[in-house]
């Protein structure tokens, strides 16, 4: 399943881009990218908890998830520092990467400080960057549901723009072992609680707004939910898959080919959303079915998150120290390979190291059985 979350970080980038396109192709938009993601973590996390972790091991699951997702964080984090203060502030640019903090950091107030801080170093909570702002003057905190129309957003101090989305996937890990472990029955109606609330909010209040339709975790839950439900179907359909290999490798290409001219494809954006999320849930099981002896993919699947968190600031980086002589339409492919390249070799020299140290822990963990009660 590496190349779909490859294509679903690539469809962020593009986002990001002026015009939204690589050589042409928007692939997805990137919010609905995100949401990708989260489905995909629901059916790993499904697959995780089913097959690796033992009832009772919830801290370990959750002590696990941390420290695959941190480390790389951190290298990163400490990458947009130096090119903020460094790159950033000479070239005087004016989109939004580090805007807070080149531009408002005065902020009178400890507390706020230790919040923004906290965040920005430790990943819980950091949803809550883009509904929460900073009240000019006293700097303290308050709740918003239109962040970047406050004159002080908090998310103007986010260093790494993307890891927001961090932020939901913690608090699924935090409910994961509860959820996912559930009869299919129990996590269909979470499904449609969630849906529930998305669709009431939209129709019923004026809560639901843009800024939140894919960053609150109550209303992304039933993607997570989604992908928990599609390792259900995987888990049950090996004898299908093994008489109906070549069908399914056919829709596997077929289904990537629709990812990247997603943009282009006819039809209400409202139906193409809900049909394109349909074939997600039922291609994501075919997918990791044909991916998941292949080195290979595997491979690409793992520099897909160090590409998600780290393309802003290889954007912010490459317009510092390049300023001519590449054809403007050209550039989103420029960023796409130096992503690429970066995100390679932190996880050559540095991901697979904490990786190695990570499993070794687990294992470590897993041959300490509990001593038997003494009657």
């Known amino acids: 399943?590496?190349?779909?979350?490859?294509?679903?970080?690539?469809?962020?980038?593009?986002?990001?881009?002026?015009?939204g396109a690589v050589l042409g192709?928007?692939?997805?938009?990137?919010?609905?990218?995100?949401?990708?993601?989260?489905m995909v973590s629901g059916f790993y996390m499904a697959l995780v908890l089913?097959?690796?972790?033992?009832?009772g091991q919830y801290?370990?699951?959750?002590?696990?998830?941390?420290l695959r997702l941190i480390p790389a964080y951190w290298v990163i984090l400490l990458i947009n520092i130096v090119?903020?203060?460094?790159?950033?502030?000479?070239?005087?640019?004016?989109?939004?990467?580090?805007?807070?903090?080149?531009r408002d950091y005065h902020v009178p107030n400890l507390f706020s400080w230790a919040y923004i801080v906290f965040l920005n170093l430790f990943l819980i909570g950091s949803d809550?960057?883009?509904?929460?702002?900073?009240?000019?003057?006293?700097g303290s905190l308050y709740f918003t549901l239109s962040c970047p129309y406050q004159p002080c957003p908090l998310s103007n101090y986010q260093f790494v723009f993307p890891a927001w989305s961090l932020g939901v996937e913690l608090l699924f890990y935090i409910c994961a072992p509860y959820l996912v472990r559930q009869r299919p029955l129990v996590q269909i109606a979470f499904l449609v609680g969630s849906c529930s609330l998305r669709w009431g909010s939209s129709f019923f209040t004026d809560i639901h707004t843009d800024l939140l339709h894919f960053r609150f975790f109550p209303f992304e839950l039933?993607?997570?939910?989604?992908?928990?439900?599609?390792?259900?179907?995987?888990?049950?359909?090996?004898?299908?898959?093994?008489?109906?290999?070549?069908?399914?490798?056919?829709?596997?290409?077929l289904f990537y080919a629709v990812v990247v001219a997603y943009s282009r494809l006819p039809g209400a954006a409202d139906d193409r959303f809900a049909l394109f999320m349909v074939l997600l849930f039922f291609m994501i099981p075919v997918l990791f079915y044909l991916s998941k002896d292949n080195a290979a993919d595997r491979l690409i699947g793992e520099l897909s998150?160090?590409?998600?968190?780290?393309?802003?600031?290889i954007i912010v980086l490459t317009e510092a120290l390049v300023t001519r002589g590449f054809p403007p339409n050209r550039w989103g492919i420029c960023y796409v390979l130096l992503s690429l390249a970066f995100s390679y070799l932190l996880y050559r020299f540095f991901e697979s190291k904490t990786d190695a140290w990570r499993h070794a822990l687990f294992e470590k963990k897993q041959s300490i059985r509990p001593r038997p009660a003494i009657e």
């Open 59 to 66: 801290w370990l699951f959750l002590q696990q998830r941390y």
């Open 25 to 38: 192709f928007r692939l997805i938009y990137g919010d609905m990218a995100v949401q990708c993601f989260y």
């Open 305 to 313: 998150y160090p590409f998600y968190l780290s393309h802003p600031v």
């Open 222 to 253: 039933a993607f997570f939910m989604a992908g928990s439900l599609a390792y259900q179907i995987y888990a049950r359909s090996d004898a299908f898959f093994t008489r109906h290999l070549m069908v399914l490798k056919w829709a596997q290409y």
């Open 50 to 55: 089913n097959r690796k972790y033992r009832p």
């Open 128 to 138: 809550s960057f883009f509904y929460t702002a900073l009240t000019p003057g006293t």
């Open 1 to 19: 399943m590496g190349i779909l979350r490859i294509l679903l970080a690539i469809s962020v980038l593009a986002s990001h881009l002026h015009g």
């Open 83 to 102: 090119v903020a203060f460094f790159f950033y502030v000479p070239q005087n640019y004016t989109h939004p990467f580090y805007l807070g903090w080149l």
